[in-house]
Nanobody, 119 residues
């Protein structure tokens, strides 16, 4: 089992920045990938960014590429999402999720953290 807890959300003006954190606990040695998804009201949950856990290998959705930076600190069992040049359309609940070694798909999810960008 892996437990994920997000933090760092909040209200920010357009053009501003926020940094989200995702603290992992439990069987962290079994993690293959960690990713961020987001869900805006009335919309489906969308992929934002992901990285492999042991060797950083970031990948971004087109909508955030060049503005967001995903990183991880294996020693602290924490993943981060630095969000810059925020836009109102970035408003959503942001979720951290983990894919486990030997299994496909994201099996573990955090509770989410709200990000609101005002215009």
């Amino acid at each position: 089992q892996v437990q994920l807890v997000e933090s760092g959300g909040g209200l920010v003006q357009a053009g501003g920045s926020l940094r989200l954190s995702c603290a992992a606990s439990g069987r962290t040695d079994s993690i293959y990938k960690l990713a961020w998804f987001r869900q805006a009201p009335g919309k489906e949950r969308d992929f934002v960014a992901r990285t492999t856990w042991r060797i950083s290998s970031p990948y971004y959705a087109d909508s955030v590429n060049g503005r967001f930076i995903i990183s991880r600190d294996s020693a602290e069992n924490t993943m981060y999402l630095q969000m810059n040049s925020l836009k109102p359309e970035d408003t959503a609940v942001y979720y951290c999720t983990a894919e486990i070694l030997g299994r496909s798909g994201y099996d573990y999810w955090g509770q989410g953290t709200q990000v609101t960008v005002s215009s």
